[in-house]
């Protein structure tokens, strides 16, 4: 009588079960950014609040893709609104650190332009 080899279950490597499990964590982590991250998917009615300091105040809408020019504190700033986020487009200020913010969309978010005064946040509408 011959012997059969014995089947043995192949088991799947370390690096294997690592990328399944990082597969998986991406596919939830896209899930949630496309149900919680995206701007506006919150239901929010959201605007960029532009403070000018001594009181000067300006409420942005950011539903609507425009460009706003300011001369504060000697200096141009540039704000730009487009695809419902708002962002220092470019400032005339020495260090231009307020581009470097990059886009706001998120309600909390904020950015500022230190040598021009000009601080913008992103707050619920009232």
């Known amino acids: 009588m011959s012997k ?12 294997q079960v690592n990328a399944a499990f990082a597969a998986v ?21 959201l605007v960029a609040v ?19 020019y300011y001369e ?11 695809d419902g986020a708002i962002a220092f487009l470019d400032s005339q200020c020495p260090d231009h650190v307020c581009e470097d913010f990059g886009w706001l969309s998120q309600e909390g978010q ?8 000009v601080y913008v946040s992103i707050e619920e509408a009232a």
């Open 4 to 15: 059969q080899p014995e089947s043995k279950a192949r088991k799947p490597r370390s690096w």
């Open 25 to 45: 964590v991406l596919l939830i982590a896209g899930g949630l950014w496309l149900i919680f991250g995206r701007p506006g998917a919150s239901g929010q009615n």
């Open 50 to 68: 532009a403070d000018f300091g001594m009181g000067a105040v300006e409420t942005i809408p950011l539903d609507a893709d425009y460009d706003y």
């Open 72 to 82: 504060v504190g000697g200096y141009i700033v540039h704000l730009q609104v487009k």
């Open 110 to 117: 904020w950015a500022c332009c230190v040598p021009a005064g």
